[in-house]
């Protein structure tokens, strides 16, 4: 079975950084592409970044592109999401998310991925 959890969020003002971690259990992060999404209240599940399985290629939104970064600790088989330069419009639940995806350019569909965590808030404050 596998389970993805992910901590590390909280409240944070503009121009602030924090370091999201998603543990994933049942699953190997270095054999399988993983994501993080995000959902604002009343949008939609947006994509915010991913890292490929093989070569760890990564692809990130336009909007948070140079100011978060995506890794992989495969020793610890967790994911992480360096977030910096925070802005107000960046809150939301963030989620991972881990599935068996082909090419880069599908990392930023929700129904790519087969498995999701159960999110962490993240509020930045202005």
């Known amino acids: 079975q596998v389970q993805l959890v992910e901590s590390g969020g909280g409240l944070v003002q503009a121009g602030g950084s924090l370091r999201l971690s998603c543990a994933a259990s049942g699953r190997t992060v270095s054999a399988y592409t993983m994501g993080w999404f995000r959902q604002a209240p009343g949008k939609e599940r947006e994509f915010v970044a991913a890292i490929s399985w093989s070569t760890a290629n990564t692809n990130y939104a336009d909007s948070v592109r140079a100011r978060f970064t995506i890794s992989r600790d495969n020793a610890e088989n967790t994911v992480s999401l360096q977030m910096n330069s925070l802005k107000p419009e960046d809150t939301a639940v963030y989620y991972c998310?881990?599935?068996?995806?082909?090419?880069?350019?599908?990392?930023?569909?929700?129904?790519?991925?087969?498995?999701w965590g159960q999110g962490t808030q993240v509020t930045v404050s202005s």
């Open positions: 998310a881990t599935g068996v995806i082909a090419t880069m350019i599908n990392t930023r569909l929700t129904n790519a991925y087969d498995y």
